[in-house]
């Protein structure tokens, strides 16, 4: 899968993907990661890509020429996901990281400054996205955040191709709790359960975990969240129980 990253520091984008599991990737050939200078289409000798916001207030303005002229300059195939990285933007999620695998290609716009001309979004067909709910110095770091998300789900990025599939958000609710050697460490032990050998035991554990965990961390996924009957019910009579620890 190819990467279009549209930056005015590319330097940032090629740091971020140069080294671990994306390195990797990249070296192998498995993903590309083609970074596009904004700057390089600026109209002026001194490749200004800002300007004063009309209207004034504070900060400057990504002028709109330039990063229209850069996304053009792709002649992106029909359907290729344009991505604009802004706070403003829908929130991303790993199901958008797992849709967005499918494509051959994607391109990400990164904005800086207090943000880019209005026009763009009129003129190009983007998809606004954001990281969360904090606004970053630009829209960079947003970009490698999702390129790493994105790249999980195409096959041969993970040592294991099952893994995304199995971790968290995978069914709308968080992981189990996992543990390692050593067996006891600092006087707590690793439950008893995960040493018996027995999988479907452990397999149920690990789900009523994987709830429980939700119920504490992220009780607004549960809302969406694939459960039986029974285990609505189990998490019910956790929620009533006022002895539950989760809640005091
Ligand atoms: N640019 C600045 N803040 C951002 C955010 N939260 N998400 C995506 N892009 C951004």
Redesign the pocket.
């Known amino acids: 899968m190819i990467f279009h990253v549209l930056t005015i520091f590319p330097e940032i984008i090629t740091g971020g993907t140069s080294s671990s599991i994306l390195g990797r990737a990249v070296e192998r050939e498995i993903i590309r990661v083609h970074p596009v200078d904004i700057r390089d289409f600026a109209e002026d000798r001194h490749q200004v890509v800002d300007d004063y916001p009309y209207g004034g207030g504070p900060g400057m303005v990504m002028k709109p020429e330039p990063v229209v002229r850069a996304a053009q300059s792709l002649d992106l195939p029909e359907g290729t996901p344009l991505l604009l ?3 403003q ?1 829908r929130p991303f999620n790993h199901q958008m990281a797992r849709q967005m695998a499918l494509n051959p290609e994607m391109a990400l716009i990164c ?1 800086r400054y207090e943000g880019v001309d209005e026009r763009v979004r009129q003129i190009l067909p983007l998809v606004e ?4 709910d ?3 110095t ?2 960079e770091f ?1 970009a490698l955040s999702i390129i790493d998300a994105v790249s999980r789900f195409i096959p041969g990025v993970l040592g294991d191709e099952d893994s995304p599939l199995k971790e968290s958000f995978s069914d709308g609710i968080l992981e189990y709790p996992q543990y390692t050697r050593p067996r006891e460490f600092m006087g707590l032990e690793v439950p008893e359960i995960l040493l018996s050998g027995d999988h479907a035991r452990i397999s149920a554990w690990r789900r009523r975990e994987a709830l429980l965990n939700t119920l504490g961390k992220r009780p607004d996924l549960l809302e969406s969240a694939d459960l039986t009957q029974e285990e609505k019910d189990f998490l019910k009579s956790w929620q009533t129980d006022q002895k539950n620890p989760l809640f005091r």
Not at 129 to 132: D, L
Request: glycine share 34%.
């Open positions: 990285l802004s706070p933007g904005g996205v954001s990281i969360g904090f606004v970053l630009g829209g947003a």
